[in-house]
C-alpha cells in the first residue's frame, strides 16, 4: 500500500504557485575535498539510501478523490537532480551569489521527486559549494532528515556507507489508487478530507479544511487587531529572486546578551531591525518613531534532553524601525519576545508543529508554510533562526566553512530572512524578490555596522 501525503503537505503543495515555489534552500562553502566533486557526487549517491523519499515523485488519485500519493521513481535519473556548475574566475562571493539567485528561482518539477544539489565548482581559494533545494512536503515530520543533513559528518575520514541496491517498487495503477482511497474512506471516513485546488485559495480555509489544527497560529492571528504595517517588502512577488549572505560572530553576540540581557535571538533581532532601519532609510522611505515592521518569527529552542531544535515555538513581533537607539530596539525586542503584554503573541508548539509538519532539517520552511495566504494582512516578512551544531562538519573530507539558509516567499511577501549557527558564526541568509527588494544586498551590508554598533553600547 502507498504512502499518503498528509492533508497538510496537500495542501501547500495545491496552493505552491509559479512565482512562489517552496523550496527551501540551503548554500555550503566548504574545502574542496581531497576527491573534488567526483567525491561529493559519489557521497550523494551511496547516501541516498538513508532518504529513500528522495527516490519517489507525488502521483496524483484519478478524480483528486483523495490527497496524492508517494509513489516510487522508476525512471529516477541522479543526473536530473545532481547537477554541476563552475563560476567563472575569480570566483567571487558575489559571482557564486548570482549563480544561487538563478537557482532558487526556477521551482522545481513536480514529475520527478522534489529535490536537487548543485555542485559549484570555481570559487576561489580552491573552495568549492553545494546548493540544495528541497520541498518542505519531502521532509515532513519530526524525525525526517534531508540530503544535506546525510552529507555531512564529524569525522572528515568517516567511511563510506555500504551500498546499496534500490529496487522500485510497481507503480499503482489508477484504478487501484481509487480503490485505495475508497478503502480508506470506509475504514476511516476522516481520513479523505482533501483539501481541493479550486478551493484552497487561502490558507485559512486549508486549515479549516485540514480539521483546526492550525488553530493555535489562527487565534495568534485573530488577536492581532491591526493588520502588519504597509512597507516596501510587500506586493506582487515576481519569478526572479535575488541572495544576499551576511555573517556575525557568535562571542560577538553573546557578549551583547551577556551586557543587556536577554537572548541571543533577541540580538540577532535587533541587528535585523537596525539593518531594515537604515535599509528604509536609504530608500528614502518615511521613518518616524512609531514605525514598525512586522515579522512572523518561528524559534528553534535548544533542548538539553531532547537534542537542538526539539522544541519551537513562534512570535508575530512588531520590529521597532523607527527607534532610534539600538540599546533600547533590543529591550523593546527582548520584552515583546518574552510576550509580556508587548506586540509578540506566542503560537504554541504543538500548534505550529502540527501547522508546519516541523523537521529540525527544514525549520527555516516553517515560517513561509505559515505565511501562505496571511502575509499581506498579518506580517511583513518572515525570520527564521536555527542554532547548528558548534564543531566542524566535513563532507566527503572537505570541512564545511559556512552554510547559509534561503528560505522561500510567499505571495506579497517580498522579503524572508533565515539564521543558522555553525561553530562559532552565525550565517545570515536574505532571499528576495528581485523586482521589488532588488537592493537586498544593501540590507545584507548593514548587518556588520548593527552588530558594531550594540558591542560598543555594551562597553
Do not use: C
Not at 551511496?46 to 525512471?75: I, K, M, S, T
Not at 515530520?141 to 510497481?170: F, H, K, N, T, Y
Not at 516541523?358 to 515560517?367: M, N
Amino acid at each position: 500500500m502507498v504512502e499518503r501525503l498528509s492533508p497538510l503537505d496537500a495542501s501547500f503543495l495545491y496552493l505552491e504557485e509559479p512565482a512562489t515555489p517552496m523550496h527551501v534552500g540551503g548554500l555550503l562553502i566548504l574545502d574542496a575535498p581531497p576527491g573534488g566533486l567526483d567525491a561529493l557526487a559519489a557521497l550523494v549517491e551511496a547516501r541516498l539510501a538513508l532518504v529513500p523519499r528522495y527516490r519517489q515523485r507525488v502521483a496524483e488519485v484519478p478524480g483528486h478523490l483523495a490527497d496524492p500519493v508517494w509513489v516510487d521513481d522508476r525512471d529516477f535519473d541522479l543526473a536530473l537532480h545532481l547537477r554541476r556548475s563552475r563560476l567563472p574566475r575569480p570566483g567571487t562571493e558575489a559571482q557564486l551569489l548570482d549563480l544561487v539567485s538563478r537557482l532558487a528561482s526556477r521551482p522545481l518539477d513536480r514529475n520527478r521527486p522534489l529535490w536537487e544539489a548543485y555542485l559549484i565548482e570555481g570559487l576561489s581559494g580552491g573552495r568549492v559549494a553545494v546548493m540544495t533545494k528541497t520541498h518542505p512536503a519531502l521532509v515532513d515530520g519530526l524525525s525526517a532528515i534531508d540530503i544535506g543533513q546525510v552529507l555531512l559528518d564529524l569525522d572528515p575520514e568517516a567511511a563510506p556507507p555500504e551500498r546499496v541496491e534500490w529496487q522500485p517498487a510497481r507503480t499503482p495503477s489508477g484504478a487501484e489508487l481509487v480503490l485505495q482511497a475508497l478503502d480508506e474512506y470506509l475504514r476511516r471516513p476522516s481520513s479523505l478530507v482533501a483539501v481541493r485546488h479550486a478551493a484552497a485559495t487561502d490558507l485559512r480555509s486549508a486549515a479549516v479544511r485540514i480539521g483546526g489544527v492550525a488553530g493555535g497560529l489562527l487565534r495568534a492571528v485573530r488577536s492581532t487587531v491591526l493588520p502588519a504595517p504597509r512597507t516596501p517588502l510587500n506586493g506582487p512577488v515576481g519569478r526572479q529572486r535575488r541572495v544576499a549572505v551576511a555573517r556575525a560572530q557568535l562571542d560577538d553576540l553573546k557578549r551583547i546578551r551577556s551586557v543587556h540581557g536577554g537572548t541571543v535571538n533577541d540580538v540577532l533581532l535587533a541587528v535585523l531591525t537596525g539593518a531594515l532601519r537604515e535599509w528604509l532609510l536609504s530608500r528614502g522611505e518615511p521613518v518616524v518613531a512609531g514605525t514598525t515592521v512586522r515579522a512572523l518569527v518561528p524559534v528553534s529552542l535548544q533542548d538539553d534532553e531532547a537534542g537542538s531544535g526539539s522544541r519551537v515555538t513562534s512570535h508575530l513581533v512588531d520590529l521597532p524601525v523607527g527607534e532610534p537607539n539600538p540599546r533600547v530596539r533590543l529591550a523593546r525586542l527582548g520584552y515583546a519576545m518574552r510576550g509580556i503584554g508587548g506586540p509578540g503573541r506566542s503560537v504554541t508548539a504543538d500548534s505550529l508543529i502540527a501547522l508546519t509538519g516541523f523537521a529540525p532539517s527544514t525549520l527555516h520552511a516553517l515560517g513561509a508554510r505559515a505565511a501562505r495566504g496571511l502575509s499581506r494582512r498579518m506580517f511583513n516578512l518572515v525570520i527564521t533562526n536555527v542554532p547548528g551544531p558548534q564543531v566542524p562538519l566535513y563532507a566527503a573530507g572537505g570541512r564545511m566553512q559556512e552554510v547559509f539558509p534561503v528560505v522561500p516567499l510567499a505571495q506579497g511577501q517580498g522579503l524572508s530572512i533565515g539564521m543558522t549557527s555553525y561553530n562559532g558564526t552565525v550565517f545570515f541568509g536574505f532571499n528576495a524578490d528581485r523586482d521589488s527588494v532588488g537592493d537586498v544586498d544593501v540590507l545584507a551590508d548593514m548587518v556588520d555596522q548593527q552588530v558594531a554598533e550594540l558591542l560598543e553600547a555594551a562597553g
